[in-house]
C-alpha cells in the first residue's frame, strides 16, 4: 500500500534547504489523517475558496515543503461558514421544532374523576356502568379529561353517584266482573188486535253480569339516581337524576303497564344522566 511504501525520514540535507516531508509527517503536521492528505492534495477536491494541498509527486510518492504546508494552512479561512451554515440550520430546526411542539401541545383540560356516596360518606370508585359509559363517549368531549388521580395545573371536578329510595303503601282498587247462567224455561200466549191467540214455550239461559271495585294493597318502590358534580372549592356545578320505580300488588294490568313503562324510560337513563352532568363541567 501506499502508505507503507513511504519514505519517513526528512529531507535536508546539511540544513540548507527547504523541508520536505512524506505524506505521514504531513498528516502528522496537520493533525489529520493519512487519508485526508492525499484527498486534499488532488486538485480535483479544491472547493470554493479552499485550494488544494500544494505537493509535488516524486515518481509514486507525495513530498510536500513543510513552509508551503504551513502557508495553505494560514491562508485557510478562519471561520469555516459551511459548518456555520449547518450549524444555523440545526438550530433552525430545533427552533422550529419546539415552537411546533409549543403550537401543538394541548390546553389544559377540565379533569373529571368519579365517586359514590354510601352511609359512611364519599368513596372515590367509578363503577362498572361508568366505566362501560367512558369507553363509548369518553372521546366525545374535547375540553373534558377523565382521570382517578388530580391534575395539576388543571380544573380539577368530581362527579358523586348518590341514590334517595322512597316506598308508598297503600290501596289500590281492583275491579272484579263476574258472570252467571241461569237455566229458564216455560210457556205464554199472544194476543193480537183481532183477539187471535197463539201459544209458544220457551226453553234457554239468563247470563248476568256483575262488577264490583274492592280495594287491595299495593306497594311502589322508587329509588332516584343523582350525579352531582362539584368543583375543586366544594361548589355545585352540575346535577342530573333519574327515578327508577317498581309496582308490587295492586292490580295486575295497571302493575304490569306502570312497571313497563318505567323500563321503557329507563333504557340508557343512566348514560343521559352523566352525558348531561358532564356537559355542565365542560360549560364552565
Known amino acids: 500500500m501506499k502508505n507503507n511504501a513511504e519514505l519517513k525520514t526528512t529531507i535536508n540535507p546539511g540544513g540548507a534547504g527547504p523541508e520536505i516531508l512524506t505524506v505521514q509527517e504531513t498528516a502528522r503536521l496537520l493533525k489529520l489523517p493519512v487519508s485526508s492528505i492525499y484527498e486534499k492534495s488532488r486538485k480535483r477536491s479544491a472547493h470554493g475558496s479552499t485550494p488544494p494541498l500544494p505537493c509535488r509527486r516524486v515518481g509514486k510518492y507525495l513530498r510536500f515543503f513543510k513552509a508551503e504546508v504551513l502557508q495553505w494552512l494560514e491562508n485557510l479561512p478562519k471561520n469555516n461558514s459551511r459548518i456555520a451554515g449547518k450549524i444555523a440550520a440545526v438550530a433552525l430546526v430545533l427552533l422550529l421544532s419546539a415552537l411546533g411542539a409549543m403550537a401543538q401541545k394541548p390546553a389544559p383540560c377540565k379533569v373529571i374523576s368519579f365517586a359514590v356516596t354510601t352511609q359512611n360518606g364519599a368513596y372515590p370508585l367509578v363503577t362498572q356502568w361508568e366505566q362501560s359509559w367512558l369507553s363509548k363517549n369518553a372521546k366525545k368531549f374535547k375540553d373534558v379529561c377523565f382521570s382517578q388521580s388530580p391534575m395539576p395545573n388543571h380544573e380539577n371536578f368530581t362527579i358523586v353517584l348518590s341514590d334517595s329510595p322512597t316506598r308508598f303503601t297503600g290501596l289500590q282498587a281492583v275491579v272484579t266482573t263476574s258472570t252467571t247462567t241461569t237455566p229458564v224455561s216455560g210457556q205464554g200466549t199472544v194476543t193480537n188486535q183481532y183477539g187471535q191467540?197463539?201459544?209458544?214455550?220457551?226453553?234457554g239461559t239468563v247470563t248476568t253480569t256483575t262488577t264490583s271495585a274492592t280495594n287491595v294493597p299495593v306497594e311502589i318502590d322508587s329509588n332516584t339516581l343523582y350525579a352531582t358534580a362539584y368543583n375543586e372549592r366544594g361548589e355545585v356545578v352540575g346535577q342530573r337524576g333519574h327515578t327508577y320505580s317498581t309496582q308490587t300488588g295492586g292490580d295486575g294490568s295497571t302493575a304490569l303497564g306502570y312497571n313497563l313503562g318505567n323500563a321503557l324510560m329507563a333504557i340508557n337513563a343512566r348514560g343521559r344522566m352523566?352525558?348531561?352532568?358532564?356537559?355542565?363541567v365542560e360549560r364552565q
Open 197 to 203: 191467540q197463539w201459544a209458544y214455550s220457551y226453553d
Open 274 to 280: 352523566l352525558s348531561g352532568v358532564v356537559k355542565d
